[in-house]
């Protein structure tokens, strides 16, 4: 089942922060974040495991709330290279299932 | 190390034509994953691919099939082209059973069905 995004949009000036958030009704193994710059192909940020642990880039911080079944990805003091569409992955890890993606949040920084 | 691998870059077709993408994976990595990404929409999953066998596909006809061949490289054909079929279509590889299953992308194909 596909998770859920939010926002949709938005817009941030140079030096402001973020919050993205994701939640699937589903429980979940883990939750991965990727950026998608225009004409690209999607970049790796991070992943979350149940259970605390994580792995990715070192200037973007995630938290995974497993009782809620949410993901929350922080872009603090946001640079303008940090524009571009970011999607979440959720991971059941039941079975052969596959990564779902979410929709996508567009993120717009401007000078 | 070299990332994931796509060809061709573009690639045109008219409607009812085969189309056949390829994908080389991450060394090391054994799961090969195809996306479609038409304009403007998100990643929607096509075919897993592990060790040679596919594991899951998505809601996708059957005519989108694809393989993996045992130096791990995926091929995704898609049969009797239609205009909708237009996208962006990504392949990403894994380690898949290991704690942790980050998928690294390739560049994409992108196809254009005339």
């Known amino acids: 089942q596909q998770p859920v995004q939010s926002p949709q949009a938005v817009i941030l000036r140079e030096g402001e922060d973020a919050v993205i958030n994701c939640s699937s009704s589903?429980?979940?193994?883990?939750v991965h974040w990727y950026r998608q710059k225009h004409g690209e192909a999607p970049v790796f940020l991070m992943i979350?495991?149940?259970?605390?642990e994580q792995k990715g880039h070192d200037k973007i911080s995630a938290s995974f709330n497993e009782k809620k079944q949410q993901s929350s990805l922080y872009l603090t003091a946001s640079q303008l290279s940090y524009s571009g569409t970011y999607f979440c992955?959720?991971?059941?890890?039941?079975?052969?299932?596959?990564?779902?993606f979410g929709k996508g949040t567009r993120l717009s920084v401007i000078a | 190390e070299a990332g994931v691998t796509q060809s061709p870059t573009h690639l045109i077709k008219t409607r009812g034509q085969q189309a056949t993408l390829r994908c080389s994976p991450i060394?090391?990595?054994?799961?090969v994953y195809w996306y479609q990404q038409a304009l403007g929409l998100g990643l929607q999953f096509l075919l897993w691919?592990?060790?040679?066998?596919?594991?899951n596909r998505g809601n996708f006809p059957p005519r989108f099939s694809g393989r993996q061949f045992p130096n791990y490289s995926s091929e995704l054909n898609v049969n009797a082209l239609e205009l909708e079929d237009s996208a962006l279509y990504l392949c990403?590889?894994?380690?898949?059973?290991?704690?942790?299953?980050?998928?690294?992308f390739g560049p994409g194909t992108r196809l254009t069905v005339l």
């Open positions: 691919y592990d060790e040679g066998e596919e594991r």
């Open positions: 979350l495991l149940k259970g605390g």
């Open positions: 589903k429980a979940l193994y883990s």
């Open positions: 990403a590889s894994s380690f898949w059973g290991g704690s942790y299953n980050e998928q690294f």
């Open positions: 992955g959720t991971e059941m890890r039941t079975g052969n299932t596959p990564l779902v």
């Open positions: 060394s090391g990595h054994t799961s």
